[in-house]
Structure formats: structure tokens, C-alpha cells
């Protein structure tokens, strides 16, 4: 897990296209409902992405690139996503470290999946003191549906994943849209830990690399 901590510390080293924040995650832990205008995500440089938490929503910037992993930073709040999913997050009432597997379906291809494929991770929640648990994944193709990202209609295949922590008696269901052709993750909805909201994750401003 030390390692995914170095990596995900190091791309804060890397050059970010923008620093500017609009609503950052802070105001949706607080329980306010910022709205994102179109002009706000306009006025970006670069790759946004929109975080919403509960009832509040937040705009996001590209902190940092290094492979597949993107950092994705408010004023104070930080995700890091790996091909599309969250595999660490800093400013969350819990906050998680979930690295991916080296031949993770998310780095292999959503796009690619073989319908019930399972695969166990292991998750930490430094905070709680919790770690090394195991988190069990199975996965589901879903249809192909149409969803509208800044007013583009884009047809995404819809991929299921059920995940459980038994120790914790935790289970949940994500979902993530990605293109079927390239497996690019334009939404999610990703549960992070028990007794939290997900969050849902939508790619407003994509760019070359996964998300």
C-alpha cells in the first residue's frame, strides 16, 4: 500500500493544467449544493471532471498525470483515479487506498470484460485504522445506454460491479459507462466506504489519457 501512497504523492509533482477550483469537495462535506454552470466549465484550461457527493456537487482539474493514474485536485480535496476508478482519496470524511491489480480489469479494458469475472483488491481506510481488507468484485456487462456530457450524446456500454468487504459486512454496487470502443470511463458511481454517499464522477473535459 506504501507504494501506491508514493506514486499518488508524486504526481503532485507534475505540471497541472489548471489551478483553479470552482466548488471543491469541501462544500459537499459541508452539506451545501453548489451549482456547476456550463460557464464554469468553460472557463477550465484542460480536463475537468465533476465530483458529486450527496446533495452537493464540486468541480475538479487535472492535478497531475502519471500513467494511468490521474490526481484530480480542489483547494483542498484530492482523488486519484487509476484507468477510471478511485484508488485514493485526501479530504473525504473516510478516506480510502484501494490500489488496482497489475492485470486489473480496469487497466486491461471495461470495454473488453467477460461477464462475471471476479476479482479480490485490497482496501485500506488509514483513518478508521483499517487495513489490508479484502474487497471482493464481480462484474456484469450492462446495455449500452445514451448519456449527455455538456450537452454531447454519447453512447456508453454500462458496466455493473458488486463489491463486498465481509469483515466489514459491506457490500455495494458501482457503475461505470465507458466508450466500447476504447473503454474510457466517462461516469461512475463509486461507493468509497460504509455510511458514505457514493461518488459519481463525470469526465466533462477528457483528454488523451484514461480518466
Same mark, same amino acid.
Given at each position: /500500500?506504501?507504494?501506491?501512497?508514493? #506514486?499518488?504523492?508524486? #504526481?503532485?509533482?507534475?505540471?497541472?493544467?489548471?489551478?483553479?477550483?470552482?466548488?471543491?469537495? =469541501?462544500?459537499?462535506? =459541508?452539506?451545501?449544493?453548489?451549482?456547476?454552470? /456550463?460557464?464554469?466549465? *468553460?472557463?477550465?484550461?484542460? %480536463?475537468?471532471?465533476?465530483?458529486?457527493?450527496?446533495?452537493?456537487?464540486? @468541480? /475538479?482539474? !487535472?492535478?497531475?498525470?502519471? =500513467?494511468?493514474?490521474?490526481?484530480?485536485?480542489?483547494?483542498?480535496?484530492? !482523488?486519484?483515479?487509476?484507468?477510471?476508478?478511485?484508488?485514493?482519496?485526501?479530504?473525504? &470524511?473516510?478516506?480510502?487506498?484501494? %490500489? !488496482? #491489480?497489475?492485470?486489473?480489469?480496469?487497466?486491461?479494458?471495461?470495454?473488453?470484460?467477460?461477464?462475471?469475472?471476479?476479482?479480490?483488491?485490497?482496501?485500506?481506510?488509514?483513518?478508521?485504522?483499517?487495513?489490508?481488507?479484502?474487497?471482493?468484485?464481480?462484474?456484469?456487462?450492462? &446495455?449500452?445506454?445514451?448519456?449527455?456530457?455538456?450537452?454531447?450524446?454519447?453512447?456508453?456500454?454500462?458496466?455493473?460491479?458488486?463489491?463486498?468487504?465481509?469483515? @466489514?459486512?459491506?457490500?455495494?454496487? *458501482?457503475?461505470?459507462?465507458?466508450? &466500447?470502443?476504447? =473503454? /474510457?470511463?466517462?461516469?461512475?458511481?463509486?461507493?468509497?466506504? %460504509?455510511? #458514505?454517499?457514493? !461518488?459519481?464522477?463525470?469526465?466533462?473535459? &477528457?483528454?488523451?489519457?484514461? %480518466?
Amino acid at each position: /500500500m506504501a507504494a501506491v501512497g508514493l #506514486l499518488a504523492a508524486g #504526481l503532485a509533482g507534475c505540471t497541472a493544467m489548471d489551478n483553479t477550483s470552482f466548488e471543491t469537495l =469541501g462544500l459537499a462535506i =459541508g452539506g451545501l449544493e453548489p451549482s456547476i454552470s /456550463m460557464a464554469d466549465v *468553460n472557463s477550465v484550461r484542460g %480536463p475537468a471532471l465533476l465530483v458529486e457527493f450527496g446533495q452537493a456537487d464540486a @468541480l /475538479m482539474v !487535472l492535478g497531475g498525470l502519471q =500513467g494511468g493514474y490521474v490526481r484530480w485536485t480542489g483547494i483542498t480535496e484530492h !482523488l486519484t483515479t487509476d484507468h477510471g476508478r478511485l484508488v485514493q482519496s485526501a479530504g473525504l &470524511p473516510t478516506d480510502i487506498i484501494a %490500489p !488496482l #491489480l497489475v492485470d486489473d480489469p480496469f487497466i486491461t479494458g471495461l470495454h473488453r470484460l467477460a461477464d462475471g469475472l471476479e476479482v479480490s483488491r485490497q482496501v485500506d481506510y488509514p483513518a478508521l485504522y483499517q487495513t489490508g481488507l479484502v474487497q471482493t468484485a464481480r462484474y456484469q456487462r450492462g &446495455p449500452l445506454e445514451s448519456l449527455e456530457i455538456m450537452g454531447q450524446k454519447r453512447e456508453l456500454q454500462r458496466i455493473d460491479e458488486r463489491v463486498e468487504i465481509s469483515v @466489514l459486512g459491506y457490500r455495494a454496487l *458501482n457503475r461505470y459507462w465507458v466508450d &466500447p470502443d476504447n =473503454g /474510457m470511463v466517462y461516469r461512475s458511481v463509486q461507493h468509497v466506504a %460504509p455510511n #458514505l454517499p457514493p !461518488l459519481r464522477l463525470t469526465l466533462l473535459k &477528457p483528454y488523451g489519457a484514461q %480518466p
